[in-house]
Every structure is written in C-alpha cells, then in structure tokens.
C-alpha cells in the first residue's frame, strides 16, 4: 500500500493517465481510503480544467504564411545549388539514403514494418534451411561433441570427438581428472 | 498511403521542396498555436512558426529518423520560444492582449478595443475574463514548466516526448508538470477564478 507523499507526486501522471497499469491500481487504492489525497487529486483536476477553457482559442496561420516561407526556402535551396559543387551533392544524396535504411528499423512506421517482417522471413526461412540440411547430410551423425570447460590452467576451449556410451573415457586413456 | 513525417523529412533532406511543403500544411497549425499559448503574441508567433520551419529546412541534413520528425519539430519550437520568453522579460515587453489600461482598471487594451462588452452577455464575458486570468497565471510561471504544461494540456503531447522536446529527463518532466499545476493552482486562488475556490472548499 503506498503512503501519502508517495501518491501526491504521482497525481499528475495519473490525471495524464502516464502511469503503468500497476501503479494506477495502487493510487486507485489509496484514493479510495485517503480523503486528503482525493482532495488533492479533486484541485489538480479542477486546474486542469480551467486550463482547458483555453483549449478552444485556436489561431490559424495567416493566407500568406506558407507561400512567403516557399519563398524563403526556395532562395535557400537555390544558393545551395549554385554554391555547393554537384560530387558533394551527390555524396550528400547517398548519405540521406544510408541514413534512411540504417534507422527506418528503429522507427514504427510503416515502412519498416513491412521491411522487418520481410527481413525476419527470410532469417526463419535460411535458419529451417541450414538445419535441415545439417540433419539430412551429416554420415556419422552419430558422434557427439563434449565441450571441455575451462580450468585454472587451461584457458581455452577443447573439443574433443567422444563416443557416447564411454563413460571412463579419461580414466582409461590415463589423463588428469579435470574435477580436481 | 500516407507518407510518413520522417520519409518527407528524407526527400527534404534532398532539396525535395515539395515535400516540405507537405511538412508545413501538416504541423503549422500545432505549431503556431502551441506559440501562441506559450507567448501569447499572435504576430510574433506568425514569425516564430516561420523561423521553426526554415530552420527545419536548413538543418535538414543534421536530422536522423532515430526520433520522430515531430518530436524534433516541438524542439525547434520550445527552444525559439524560450529564447523568446526570455528575450521578453529581460527587456519587460508585454504583448497587447495582457496590456491594461490603468491599475485600477484590469480590462485589457486590446478587448476593449476589438470587442464591446456591454453587448456580450454576462456567461460570455465571465468565461473570457476567466481566460485572460488563466492566461496571466499560465504566463507568471517559470519558462520550462509554462512550456511543459502546454505541451501536455494544449498540444496532448506524452511525457516521453515533452522529455526530448525540453531535452530534459522524463522524471524531470514528471515533477516539472507536477510543479507547473501546483503552482497555477495556487495562482488560479490567488486571481479569484471561481472554481478553484470551489474545489478548495
């Protein structure tokens, strides 16, 4: 159950509905029980209201405003042509391009989506490929891998070709335990 | 298909003018009246929106897709108004709407001039005289909570967002929001609006 001055910093966020699920819950329960939180809560809403009586006084841009700034960026557009050699421009068109691949990953839009789950269909598809074909083309299939750990003197790691079924493997061959 | 904001942010990287054109129909109107919350000037707003969108274009080719275009957008923005704002109180200018006409007499200037109150009904005149206190308290706060809280009141920007459009922490953001609403409620009393005089009941 939290406290107090555990709730009352979290009110703002819990108006904004910015708090996790869990956390909700919990300030939903102490509200509930608290009337001095509730209070606080009933302010802070009653601000937020007030605030938004302001939410209707819209300003538009004047009729002009986006042919004069055109204008503006037209000139701007125009000097960097006549200014910056064409090899740079070029070299600036295919940075914007390695750019552009590099993050579309990171962002939601659409555009990486399809490239993701394109990207991830092929990784599933190569992966069932490469494991079917080490499963069906291996002769002596039979033979497994025993990793070798690592000991205090020595510090790589050894791959040995043992049978399975060889339990006294280094016992026999009258090697030095590894256990010891 | 709509084009995202960050692929027409690309081909402007590109020269491609038409493509920020688009850019501009899309976020001018947030734009200018999210200035125009935060200072309160409607022709200096005008000027502000534009210098936002030319230093888009010009800084067009700093611009990475790791964050959102609008996000980067907001953060143009915040900073030309916080350079504004203090601009604005270093040399005390006030914009017309909040000017009075004398101590005594609160009305401001501007309304008075455009409007005539005695043909307004009585609702209509107290709901705009509610808005110019609430602009006056919004306007008394210190300049990253006053940004802050219209972005989350005004623009319903998240937190995550606010926090790299003030290039702030998140939890900073959280206690600026938490401050900035504390503090208008203690301003909103201060000025007698109504209803938080209810609420404190």
């Keep these: ?180 | 298909v709509r084009v995202s904001d960050e692929e027409l942010m690309m081909r402007c990287r590109n020269g491609d003018i038409s493509a920020f054109e688009l850019l501009v129909s899309r976020y001018k109107e947030p734009i200018i009246n999210f200035i125009n919350h935060s200072i309160g000037d409607y022709h200096r707003s005008e000027d502000l929106a534009q210098e936002t969108f030319l230093r888009v274009f010009k800084n067009s080719s700093r611009y990475t897709p790791k964050s959102y275009f609008k996000n980067w957008l907001y953060k143009i923005a915040a900073n030309l108004c916080k350079n504004e704002i203090r601009d604005r109180n270093r040399h005390g200018l006030t914009s017309l709407d909040t000017l009075t006409m004398n101590e005594e007499d609160e009305t401001p200037i501007a309304s008075v001039l455009l409007s005539d109150h005695s043909q307004m009904p009585d609702f209509l005149y107290e709901k705009k005289e509610q808005q110019r206190l609430i602009k006056q308290a919004i306007d008394k706060l210190p300049e990253t909570q006053r940004l802050a809280i219209i972005m989350v009141t005004y623009q319903n920007l998240r937190y995550d967002e606010i926090s790299y459009a003030l290039n702030c922490s998140l939890s900073a953001v959280k206690s600026l929001i938490y401050r900035a609403r504390q503090n208008l409620r203690n301003l909103l009393i201060d000025l007698g609006v109504r209803e938080s005089y209810n609420a404190k009941m």
């Design chain 1, 1 to 180: 159950m939290l406290k107090c001055d555990q709730v009352k910093p979290l009110l703002s966020e819990y108006i904004d509905r910015e708090l996790t699920l869990w956390k909700m819950q919990m300030v939903r329960l102490h509200l509930k029980s608290c009337p001095d939180c509730s209070r606080e809560l009933a302010l802070l809403r009653d601000t937020d209201k007030l605030l938004k009586l302001r939410k209707n006084e819209v300003v538009v841009t004047s009729n002009h405003f986006t042919e004069v700034l055109l204008a503006k960026v037209s000139i701007i557009a125009r000097n960097e042509q006549n200014n910056v050699p064409f090899s740079q421009r070029l070299i600036g068109k295919i940075k914007t391009y390695a750019v552009w691949f590099k993050y579309s990953f990171d962002l939601k839009n659409h555009l990486s989506f399809v490239w993701k789950a394109s990207f991830t269909l092929l990784f599933l598809i190569t992966l069932i490929g490469l494991f079917s074909l080490s499963s069906f083309h291996r002769p002596d299939y039979e033979k497994k891998y025993e990793i070798v750990k690592k000991t205090k003197t020595v510090n790589f790691i050894k791959v040995e070709f043992v049978k399975p079924d060889t339990q006294n493997y280094r016992s026999k061959k009258n090697l030095p335990s590894f256990d010891s």
